[in-house]
C-alpha cells in the first residue's frame, strides 16, 4: 500500500512539473509572438482579425491610446510619435489572441527605394481586364492565384487560350518572381495607359506621400519622352506594365499607388 502511495505522489509531482513547463512554454510563445507593425501619425491602418474566432468575440486595446488607438474592428490611428502595445483577447475566456508592437512615426514626403521593371507597350490592358488599378503581392502563394486568375481572364475575354495566356510578356514577368523573392519583398504591379503605341515613358522616382486624410500612399512620377522628328505615331492605345520591388515593410505602410506623368521639356 505505501508503495503505491508512494508511486502515486511521484506521478502527482510529474504531471505538476509539466503542467508548469507547459505555462511557461504558452507564456513564451505569447511573448515570441509579438508582431512589429509600423504607422504615420494620422495614418489608418486594419489589423487582421485572429484566425477561428469570430470577430465579434474580439476585445481590441491599446496600452497607450495617445500615440495608438484602436477601435473594435482592428484599425489602429497613429495619433503621435511614439510605440504602443495592441492586444486582441477573446472576450470570454480572456485569452491573448494576437500581440502587436505598433511604432508611430512622423511623416516625412520622401523618395521610396525601389527597383522598377516594366513591360513593352501592348495594346491590352491587362489589369484593366482584372477589374484593379494595381496589385500588391506578398507570397508565392498569391502571385499564383493572380496568375490563375489572369490567364482565366484571359480566356474568358476572347484574346485566346490558356497556352497563348502563358506567351505573354505579362504572364512571363509574373513567372519570373520565385519563392525566394518573398521572404523580404513585396510586389505592386501598376498600369499606365499610353494614347500610342509609339510612345514611351522614363521612370523618375518613386515618391512615399500622405493625403490631409492621413491615407499614404506612393506615386510613381513618370516622363513622356520626346520622339524623333517625323515619327509616324500609331493612333492606338497602348498599355505598359510597372513592376515595382519593395521591401515588405514598405509595402505594409502604403495604401495606395498613383502615377504622375509628365511631358518631357
Same mark, same amino acid.
Given at each position: 500500500m505505501k508503495k503505491i502511495q508512494k508511486i502515486v505522489s511521484i506521478l502527482l509531482a510529474i504531471c505538476l512539473c509539466i503542467g508548469i513547463q507547459a505555462t511557461a512554454m504558452i507564456t513564451t510563445q505569447a511573448a515570441n509572438d509579438t508582431q512589429t507593425k509600423c504607422l504615420y501619425v494620422k495614418q489608418t491602418l486594419t489589423l487582421p482579425s485572429p484566425k477561428g474566432v469570430a470577430k465579434n468575440q474580439v476585445k481590441w486595446s491599446s496600452n497607450n491610446k495617445k500615440v495608438v488607438s484602436v477601435t473594435q474592428k482592428g484599425s489602429i490611428t497613429g495619433r503621435k510619435k511614439g510605440t504602443a502595445i495592441v492586444k486582441a483577447v477573446h472576450k470570454k475566456d480572456k485569452k491573448v489572441l494576437a500581440v502587436y508592437k505598433v511604432n508611430v512615426k512622423k511623416f516625412k514626403e520622401t523618395k521610396i527605394a525601389a527597383k522598377i521593371k516594366?513591360?513593352?507597350?501592348?495594346? +491590352?490592358?491587362?489589369?484593366?481586364?482584372?477589374?484593379? +488599378?494595381?496589385?500588391?503581392?506578398?507570397?508565392?502563394?498569391?502571385?499564383?492565384?493572380?496568375? +490563375? %486568375? #489572369?490567364? %482565366?481572364?484571359?480566356?474568358?475575354?476572347?484574346?485566346?487560350?490558356?497556352? %497563348?495566356?502563358?506567351?505573354?510578356?505579362?504572364?512571363?514577368?509574373?513567372?519570373?518572381? +520565385?519563392?525566394? #523573392?518573398?521572404?523580404?519583398?513585396?510586389?505592386?504591379?501598376?498600369?499606365?495607359?499610353?494614347?500610342?503605341?509609339?510612345?514611351?515613358?522614363?521612370?523618375?522616382?518613386?515618391?512615399?506621400?500622405?493625403?490631409?486624410?492621413?491615407?499614404v500612399y506612393a506615386q510613381l512620377h513618370l516622363t513622356y519622352q520626346k520622339l524623333p522628328a517625323g515619327t509616324n505615331l500609331v493612333t492606338q492605345v497602348a498599355y505598359q506594365n510597372y513592376f515595382i520591388e519593395l521591401d515588405k515593410a514598405e509595402a505594409e505602410v502604403l495604401q495606395n499607388y498613383k502615377i504622375l506623368v509628365k511631358k518631357e521639356k
Open positions: 516594366v513591360t513593352k507597350n501592348s495594346s +491590352k490592358g491587362y489589369l484593366k481586364l482584372l477589374n484593379k +488599378k494595381y496589385y500588391v503581392i506578398s507570397s508565392k502563394e498569391q502571385m499564383e492565384q493572380l496568375k +490563375k %486568375q #489572369f490567364c %482565366q481572364s484571359y480566356v474568358e475575354s476572347g484574346l485566346g487560350n490558356e497556352a %497563348q495566356c502563358k506567351k505573354t510578356e505579362f504572364y512571363k514577368k509574373l513567372s519570373g518572381y +520565385k519563392k525566394a #523573392f518573398f521572404k523580404k519583398k513585396s510586389l505592386c504591379i501598376t498600369e499606365h495607359m499610353l494614347s500610342s503605341s509609339g510612345q514611351s515613358t522614363k521612370i523618375e522616382k518613386l515618391i512615399r506621400k500622405q493625403n490631409a486624410k492621413g491615407k
